[in-house]
């Protein structure tokens, strides 16, 4: 009951968090999403958790297609597409990692999403309009 009560709540805040989040705030919010289930996939493949790793891997990959869906090829140029490939690669390593239950693949993967990330949060606020993600 407590479980279901702090859930509630949790989806409240995030939804309350989403609805008041800039553009540029809602693609850091999916990096911390996908950054979040790629950890909880690792910890799933050491404990041998297939059914917890595979939920949390398709997480971030759906997390991933919604960020390579948002990309802005108009105003990012080159720069979305390389992102756009590599989140196909991305796609496609996780994918591997998942039939393998390989460990070092989804750790390759959420280095490459923290290094977006972070030089997601480099980007100046008076630039956040002209990114290679969609403003809206």
Not at 53 to 82: D, M, P, Y
Not at 109 to 117: D, E, F, N, Q, Y
Request: charged share 25%; proline share 1%; hydrophobic share 40%.
């Amino acid at each position: 009951m407590m479980n279901k009560a702090l859930n509630q709540y949790k989806s409240v805040d995030l939804n309350t968090a989403v609805e008041a989040a800039s553009p540029h705030q809602l693609i850091s919010m999916l990096f911390r999403g996908a950054l979040e289930a790629l950890a909880k996939s690792m910890g799933a493949i050491e404990r041998k958790d297939i059914q917890l790793r595979t939920q949390q891997i398709n997480k971030a990959c759906e997390i991933v297609v919604t960020l390579k869906g948002s990309l802005n090829f108009e105003q990012g140029g080159e720069v979305a597409e390389n992102l756009d490939n590599l989140y196909d690669y991305m796609l496609r390593t996780l994918m591997q990692a998942n039939r393998e239950s390989d460990a070092a693949k989804v750790k390759e993967v959420s280095g490459l999403i923290a290094t977006i990330a972070e030089g997601w949060t480099q980007i100046p606020a008076e630039e956040h309009q002209t990114t290679a993600y969609k403003a809206s």
